[in-house]
């Protein structure tokens, strides 16, 4: 059973950034796809963004097109802890930001962090 465990949400205005941090308890961590996504109020839960294992040492970043060139997802193995920076927040980036963890290239999410609040105001 893999927990995860997300922080760095908050109220910022907008043109603000936060760095999301999701901390993992596999201690293989290295070999899980990890993603983030987003559930604003009223709507249904999205996909943000994802790093891939593609095998060995090997990730790819994928994003969602409304937040393409904006957040950048990134990894540190050795912390098992995955990010998810933001800049340039826009209101409609509010919503609760949750992590997921899916076993080796996976796209199929089977752990889930318990989210983290983010809150941008105008």
């Known amino acids: 059973q893999v927990q995860l465990v997300e922080s760095g949400g908050g109220l910022v205005q907008a043109g603000g950034s936060l760095r999301l941090s999701c901390a993992a308890s596999e201690r293989i961590f290295s070999s899980y796809s990890m993603g983030w996504f987003r559930q604003a109020p009223g709507k249904e839960r999205e996909f943000v963004s994802a790093i891939r294992w593609s095998g060995g040492n090997t990730y790819y970043a994928d994003y969602a097109d409304p937040v393409k060139g904006r957040f950048t997802i990134s990894r540190d193995n050795a912390k098992n802890t995955v990010y998810l920076k933001i800049n340039s927040l826009k209101p409609e980036d509010t919503g609760v930001y949750y992590c997921?963890?899916?076993?080796?290239?996976?796209?199929?999410?089977?752990?889930w962090g318990q989210g983290t609040q983010v809150t941008v105001s105008s």
């Open positions: 997921a963890a899916a076993l080796g290239a996976s796209k199929i999410y089977e752990y």
